[in-house]
C-alpha cells in the first residue's frame, strides 16, 4: 500500500472506491464529489440490489464510468460499508472487511490498478488503525493507493 496526498478523482489508476452507506445518499464528503464528476455512479447506485439496506451491506458494485480525457479511470466501485448516516461511528467493520475482499478479487481477476479513500475513517467514524490493518491482510499481494487531501 502506498500513501497519495492528492484528490482520489485525479489518481491515475484504473479503478476508484469508495465507501457508501446503504440508503442511496451520496450527499457528503468524498461520494458527493464522485456523483458530480460522474453522475452515472450515483444513478447505479439507486439501481442497485438488493433494495433493502441491511442486504446492501458489505456488496460491492463496480459502475463502468465514461472516458474523460486525461484520465485513466474505467471504474468506480461503491463499497458498502454503513447502513446509515449520521453523527459517531457509522461504518460496520465487518462490511469493509468484505467489501475490500470483493474489491481485492475484483481488479486482480480484471489486473486493474486501485486507489481509494481512508475509506470508513471519515464520516464514517471508523478507527482508521484498525482498518489499514484489514487493508494491509487484504492487498497483501496487491498494490492499493490510498489518498488523502490533509
Not at 457508501?20 to 447505479?44: D, F, L, S
Not at 463499497?79 to 467489501?99: F, M, N, P, S
Not at 494491509?136 to 496487491?142: A, G, N, P, Q, S
Request: glycine letters at 10%; a neutral charge.
Amino acid at each position: 500500500m502506498k500513501y497519495v496526498k492528492g484528490d482520489l478523482l485525479n489518481a491515475e489508476v484504473d479503478v476508484i472506491a469508495h465507501g457508501c452507506n446503504c440508503i442511496q445518499t451520496m450527499g457528503a464528503g468524498i461520494a458527493r464529489h464522485i456523483a458530480q464528476v460522474y453522475p452515472e455512479v450515483e444513478k447505479a447506485d439507486f439501481e442497485f440490489t438488493p433494495k433493502v439496506p441491511s442486504q446492501r451491506l458489505g456488496k460491492i458494485d463496480p459502475v463502468k464510468v465514461r472516458h474523460m480525457e486525461g484520465c485513466t479511470i474505467k471504474y468506480v466501485v461503491n463499497c458498502y460499508t454503513q447502513l446509515k448516516v449520521g453523527e459517531g461511528l457509522q461504518v460496520d467493520y465487518a462490511a469493509i472487511e468484505k467489501a475490500m475482499q470483493a474489491l481485492h478479487d475484483f481488479a486482480k481477476e480484471k489486473g486493474f490498478s486501485v486507489a481509494i479513500p481512508k475509506i470508513g475513517a471519515g464520516l464514517g467514524g471508523g478507527d482508521w488503525a484498525r482498518i489499514e490493518k484489514c487493508l494491509f491482510r487484504i492487498f497483501k499481494d496487491y498494490d492499493l493507493g490510498i489518498y488523502y487531501l490533509s
